[in-house]
């Protein structure tokens, strides 16, 4: 008899492996054609190996390949979309979920997930409601706008603003504003989706009042500015204020839109990286229709948020697309729960993670720094050089470009020269859960400012499982 087939009769059955899954407390409640599925296909997998000559009869022990089988279904089963340790220090990172919803947000969605609501329900007249109404009265309060309007991003606000109020004529932009950002949205690209033309003015670091005076025709149908977000033009440089445009678009009966991308709804000014305008002061300045995101530095759920004047949000909340972007209920019930929080600043800054990451002081990440590193030197002992080095975070998700962040970060250099820094990381992406660091001057580095205190641990055995056990 050859090895082959000899080796064929050493693999388990199908149902002998599904009937010892059933006895694994974390897959006993998958849905068996699930993991039948999963087996099938890992069986598959061992039987090409026999048939490539791959291997040998201690491999198909029946101990050691049924344990290599579970723990490949197991790995196979999770999910495919799941939690991720974040350990770069950028707050805001785009590939990893932007903001962590505060604890009351996360508690509302959940409500709004498990249970009926009045989302298009009015419960003083017993009639059909608007899912709006939910969070305009909030949205008012909050940045003193007339009206206010929410869809699935911000990128949609921006095409349902541009297709109500410009679809077929003139939009005039300066040329340092037509930002692209990552995730390929670009302003030019997003303008001719919507109808509307692109009319430049001004040159890329400096553009003057004149400009867009100069450019008004009987065609101009708004004038747009945009946020540079994720990059800074800096020297010789001039852009017009929203109050500035208003001199000329107000007596032209033309509105003055502003992209704000992030937006943020608290003052940053006593903090480190420097001023930056809030919503409350765009539409005290008279901006017509103001356009940001709810999970950028605002620190809620994924949305787009429009507020302005009510003249040009109502004709908004008309528009037919708006139907297509709409904005789904947990987002709602998370974005209510959030907005309320700002109406204490100081509240806003405890409780909102993507506020308190931000604004963490500096000694209380050094001490949090040594509380993990403590925990590794514990959990790793000879296996690793850990130390602390003062670095950078980064704010993210295109908001705060060039500004860093002060923290201290803890490096972890394994002892044996064989570990490269490039296979620890690609190890700790297999973990689970997932731990996302970055390679910094010739370590491996872990930044404790997006690191939640019932993290640190847990990051502790995450790299001490890739170490090994450390009787080893
Ligand atoms: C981020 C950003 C957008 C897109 O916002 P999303 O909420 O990601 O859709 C649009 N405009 C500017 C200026 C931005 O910074």
Same mark, same amino acid.
């Given at each position: 008899?050859?090895?082959?087939?000899?080796?064929?009769?050493?693999?388990?059955?199908?149902?002998?492996?599904?009937?010892?899954?059933?006895?694994?407390?974390?897959?006993?409640?998958?849905?068996?054609?699930?993991?039948?599925?999963?087996?099938?296909?890992?069986?598959?997998?061992?039987?090409?190996?026999?048939?490539?000559?791959?291997?040998?009869?201690?491999?198909?022990?029946?101990?050691?390949?049924?344990?290599?089988?579970?723990?490949?279904?197991?790995?196979?089963?999770?999910?495919?979309?799941r939690r991720v340790v974040n350990a770069t220090g950028v707050?805001?990172?785009?590939?990893?979920?932007?903001?962590?919803?505060?604890?009351?947000?996360?508690?509302?969605?959940?409500?709004?997930?498990?249970?009926?609501?009045?989302?298009?329900?009015?419960?003083?007249?017993?009639?059909?409601?608007?899912?709006?109404?939910?969070?305009?009265?909030?949205?008012?309060?909050?940045?003193?706008?007339?009206?206010?309007?929410?869809?699935?991003?911000?990128?949609?606000?921006?095409?349902?603003?541009?297709?109500?109020?410009?679809?077929?004529?003139?939009?005039?932009?300066?040329?340092?504003?037509?930002?692209?950002?990552?995730?390929?949205?670009?302003?030019?690209?997003?303008?001719?989706?919507?109808?509307?033309?692109?009319?430049?003015?001004?040159?890329?670091?400096?553009?003057?009042?004149?400009?867009?005076?100069?450019?008004?025709?009987?065609?101009?149908?708004?004038?747009?500015?945009?946020?540079?977000?994720?990059?800074?033009?800096?020297?010789?440089?001039?852009?017009?204020?929203?109050?500035?445009?208003?001199?000329?678009?107000?007596?032209?009966?033309?509105?003055?839109?502003?992209?704000?991308?992030?937006?943020?709804?608290?003052?940053?000014?006593? /903090?480190?990286?420097?001023?930056?305008?809030?919503?409350?002061?765009?539409?005290?300045?008279?901006?017509?229709?103001?356009? /940001?995101?709810?999970?950028?530095?605002?620190?809620?759920?994924?949305?787009?948020?429009?507020?302005?004047?009510?003249?040009?949000?109502?004709?908004?909340?008309?528009?037919?697309?708006?139907?297509?972007?709409?904005?789904?209920?947990?987002?709602?019930?998370?974005?209510?729960?959030?907005?309320?929080?700002?109406?204490?600043?100081?509240?806003?800054?405890?409780?909102?993670?993507?506020?308190?990451?931000?604004?963490?002081?500096?000694?209380?990440?050094?001490?949090?720094?040594?509380?993990?590193?403590?925990?590794?030197?514990?959990?790793?002992?000879?296996?690793?050089?850990?130390?602390?080095?003062?670095?950078?975070?980064?704010?993210?998700?295109?908001?705060?470009?060039?500004?860093?962040?002060?923290?201290?970060?803890?490096?972890?250099?394994?002892?044996?020269?064989?570990?490269?820094?490039?296979?620890?990381?690609?190890?700790?992406?297999?973990?689970?859960?997932?731990?996302?660091?970055?390679?910094?001057?010739?370590?491996?580095?872990?930044?404790?400012?997006?690191?939640?205190?019932?993290?640190?641990?847990?990051?502790?055995?995450?790299?001490?499982?890739?170490?090994?056990?450390?009787?080893?």
């Amino acid at each position: 008899m050859s090895d082959t087939s000899k080796f064929y009769r050493l693999l388990p059955s199908v149902d002998g492996v599904l009937d010892r899954l059933a006895e694994e407390p974390d897959l006993a409640a998958r849905p068996r054609p699930f993991l039948k599925d999963l087996v099938t296909e890992t069986l598959d997998e061992v039987r090409k190996l026999i048939r490539e000559g791959r291997v040998t009869e201690e491999d198909l022990d029946a101990a050691v390949l049924l344990s290599n089988i579970i723990d490949t279904v197991r790995r196979r089963s999770r999910p495919h979309f799941r939690r991720v340790v974040n350990a770069t220090g950028v707050v805001l990172h785009t590939n990893l979920g932007r903001s962590l919803l505060a604890d009351g947000a996360v508690q509302a969605v959940s409500e709004a997930c498990a249970r009926y609501s009045n989302l298009e329900f009015d419960l003083e007249t017993g009639k059909r409601g608007s899912r709006y109404s939910h969070v305009e009265d909030i949205l008012k309060r909050v940045t003193g706008a007339e009206a206010g309007l929410v869809v699935n991003n911000n990128a949609a606000a921006v095409l349902l603003v541009l297709d109500t109020l410009c679809k077929g004529g003139e939009v005039i932009v300066s040329r340092g504003e037509l930002v692209e950002i990552g995730g390929s949205f670009r302003i030019p690209e997003v303008m001719e989706k919507s109808g509307a033309f692109l009319r430049e003015v001004g040159a890329t670091n400096r553009t003057h009042l004149h400009d867009y005076e100069n450019a008004i025709t009987e065609e101009t149908t708004a004038l747009l500015k945009v946020h540079a977000s994720n990059y800074r033009i800096i020297g010789f440089t001039k852009e017009v204020s929203i109050p500035e445009l208003r001199t000329i678009a107000q007596p032209r009966g033309l509105p003055v839109i502003e992209d704000l991308g992030s937006g943020t709804l608290f003052d940053f000014a006593p /903090f480190a990286f420097g001023y930056e305008p809030t919503v409350q002061e765009k539409v005290a300045q008279g901006a017509d229709v103001i356009t /940001f995101s709810g999970d950028k530095v605002l620190g809620g759920p994924q949305a787009g948020i429009i507020v302005g004047r009510a003249e040009f949000v109502e004709r908004i909340k008309k528009n037919p697309l708006n139907r297509a972007l709409r904005i789904d209920k947990m987002t709602l019930a998370a974005l209510e729960a959030t907005l309320q929080l700002y109406m204490d600043p100081e509240l806003a800054r405890k409780k909102i993670p993507t506020l308190a990451m931000m604004t963490a002081a500096s000694e209380d990440l050094r001490k949090k720094a040594d509380r993990l590193a403590r925990r590794l030197r514990r959990t790793l002992g000879d296996r690793a050089t850990i130390s602390l080095m003062q670095g950078a975070s980064r704010v993210g998700g295109g908001s705060f470009p060039e500004r860093d962040l002060e923290t201290t970060l803890v490096r972890v250099v394994p002892a044996s020269e064989r570990t490269s820094l490039k296979a620890l990381r690609d190890r700790l992406l297999q973990g689970d859960p997932p731990l996302v660091g970055r390679i910094e001057d010739d370590a491996f580095c872990l930044d404790p400012r997006t690191l939640a205190e019932d993290e640190l641990s847990l990051t502790a055995e995450l790299l001490g499982s890739v170490f090994g056990d450390p009787e080893q």
